[in-house]
């Protein structure tokens, strides 16, 4: 089971709205197959295993091993458990159920019914951590929220002013490009409007080869300036305003309007387009208002050993953190609810 998380977890900011699976399959204590999710709307990872099986003869007597219930329904590909069952495969191992009300545990009763052992629970509560943003996806109606942000040892964020519209640096290079890789896991990366204004973001994953998360943008008053880079270039954008926007926009942007305005109607927003999860990168005041209002899964926290002596302040946190990990000068703090 321990191979099908790893393959899973491959694939991780490839499959949205899809969970990370690997599926391994085995005879005679031996891996005679394995493949995982690749892409959303591709083969499922128990295709993928039973297909590299050279010899189908031998998936009667084989075990397959897989991280989420087989799936039961038509979506984009075919039902994975009428796949096992047509190819004969007896015993199936689970590390943990679909969340997905589509599934639900359909996909165990149906091989069951066809005579198929099952078995479930195997690295349950590693399997379920991989699949963090489906399960909190489904469960909670609602987008797994990370929270990111560097602070100097004397916890400021930013200096009180700024001489250019560019972002400030207080975390190192090496801190930075870790940072693009996390984009790259995510479906979306949210900010406030101050932060475009003053430091004119890209928010894209320029440092780490992967995907582009979707950008976010809390705009209540309509605010953003034309020039915004985030408004000039190729990469998809929404804007959430108060009220609808007397201007149009182009190249893959829109404007959203939230009624009401808060985090509650993003979140729903969120849902209905299938955001699997946002990564906050805003300033004080937009991170505030998702630690004031308990909105938040995990917190990812660059200190670096520079100090500001003044500036603004960085979010009030009291939680403890659960990881630490140096960068250089610079020490990351993993937190999770």
């Known amino acids: 089971m321990q191979r099908c998380l790893s393959l899973a977890e491959s694939a991780l900011g490839n499959t949205y709205p899809n969970p990370l699976v690997g599926s391994v399959v085995v005879y005679k204590h031996k891996i005679i197959g394995e493949g995982w999710h690749q ?13 590299q099986v050279i010899d189908k003869s031998l998936l009667s007597d084989a075990t397959l091993y897989v991280n989420l219930e087989p799936c039961s329904h038509f979506g984009k590909t075919p039902p994975c458990a009428d796949l096992i069952i047509k190819h004969g495969i007896n015993r199936v191992v689970i590390a943990s159920k679909d969340p997905n009300p589509q599934v639900a545990g359909q996909g165990i009763v149906k091989l069951q019914r066809a005579g198929i052992e099952v078995i479930e629970g195997v690295l349950r509560k590693e399997a379920e951590f991989l699949n963090r943003r489906f399960y909190t996806f489904h469960k909670k109606k609602r987008p797994y929220i990370i929270l990111k942000w560097a602070q100097t040892q004397d916890r400021f ?10 972002p400030f ?14 984009r790259s896991q995510e479906s979306s990366i949210l900010v406030g409007i101050q932060t475009v204004i003053e430091d004119n973001p890209i928010l894209n994953t320029r440092e780490w080869p992967g995907n582009n998360p979707l950008r976010l943008i809390l705009d209540p008053s309509d605010r953003i ?20 926007a007397n201007r ?45 209002q308990n909105l938040w899964d995990e917190a990812r926290v660059f200190t670096s050993e520079n100090e500001l002596r003044e500036g603004i302040k960085s ?4 939680n403890v953190s659960s990881e ?14």
């Open 169 to 182: 640096w207080i975390s190192n290079k090496l801190a930075r490009q870790k940072v693009h890789q996390w």
């Open 157 to 166: 964020i930013a200096p009180l002013k700024k001489e250019t519209r560019r």
């Open 248 to 292: 149009s926009l182009k190249n893959r942007k829109e404007h959203v309007v939230l009624n009401p305005f808060n985090l509650n109607t993003l979140m729903k927003f969120c849902y209905d387009r299938s955001v699997l999860s946002v990564i906050v990168e805003g300033g004080q005041k937009t991170l505030d208002h998702f630690i004031e």
């Open 324 to 337: 630490k990990e140096k960068f250089g000068n610079t020490l990351l703090e993993t937190y999770f609810r």
């Open 225 to 244: 300036p034309l020039d915004a880079t985030i408004l000039q270039d190729e990469l998809s954008s929404i804007i959430f305003n108060k009220q609808i």
């Open 315 to 318: 979010p009030e946190f009291k």
């Open 39 to 51: 892409k959303a709307g591709e083969a499922h990872a128990e295709v993928n295993a039973i297909k």
